[in-house]
């Protein structure tokens, strides 16, 4: 599961020749703590109420304060784990989500991060995690199925998602096995490109860490 899927399409966003006015009418309606200000597709920041009262630009153009601002975002290829990290790190609300070219393309907010750890159910059983990248001509879930049950294992959960401006897709696959070696050779052996692999005591430590994290988070 990646941040490009979990956008929340009602996010609004600032631009710096709106109101400081405008700009707290948009916080109380949204009851959100930030907003991101953004010119023409490029991320400026990260705006909170504070940051308006600071710099005291309520009758002005919020542009006046754009140099001032943090801006904390994931690319949209990153994985859900990142996004649970970096709101949790950064203690925010709302995450900016940026394309390969460094353009915004929405945002995630708490509530679309809650739903993706609720859907991560299938990431926290046992066994081993595969991403692969596959030519989207080439694509076959059957095909891919069939070359791990030949290792006699069973892909549990799965997800597919395509990298941005390019003809590939990046596959991932939750086995029942944390033992990877025999499975990435048999895909190895017929030229799939095996982007990472997680076996199951490192892949389930890194998820704990990030998922108490961000519970903490959701806490405070």
Do not use: W
Not at 90 to 97: A, C, F, G, H, N
């Amino acid at each position: 599961m990646y941040a490009s899927n979990c956008i929340n399409p009602e996010i609004p966003f600032l631009q710096p020749e709106d109101k400081g006015l405008t700009a707290l009418s948009l916080f109380e309606e949204l009851n959100v703590t930030e907003i991101p200000m953004v010119d023409n597709d490029t991320y400026l920041g990260l705006i909170t109420e504070l940051d308006l009262l600071d710099y005291e630009c309520i009758d002005g153009q919020i542009k006046e304060i754009k140099t001032k601002l943090s801006k904390p975002f994931v690319y949209e290829t990153d994985h859900f784990f990142d996004v649970i990290a970096k709101m949790a790190s950064e203690q925010i609300t709302v995450l900016p989500v940026l394309n390969a070219e460094e353009k915004y393309v929405g945002s995630i907010d708490q509530s679309s991060a809650i739903e993706m750890v609720s859907r991560s159910e299938g990431y926290r059983s046992q066994g081993g995690v595969l991403v692969l990248e596959v030519n989207i001509h080439d694509y076959s879930m059957a095909e891919i199925s069939r070359l791990v049950e030949s290792n006699d294992v069973k892909i549990i959960h799965s997800y597919v998602n395509t990298l941005p401006d390019t003809k590939m897709l990046r596959v991932t696959i939750k086995l029942n096995t944390s033992n990877l070696n025999s499975i990435i050779q048999t895909f190895e052996r017929f030229g799939y490109v095996v982007a990472a692999s997680f076996q199951k005591d490192e892949f389930e430590e890194d998820l704990k860490k990030r998922y108490e994290a961000f519970l903490r988070y959701l806490n405070t």
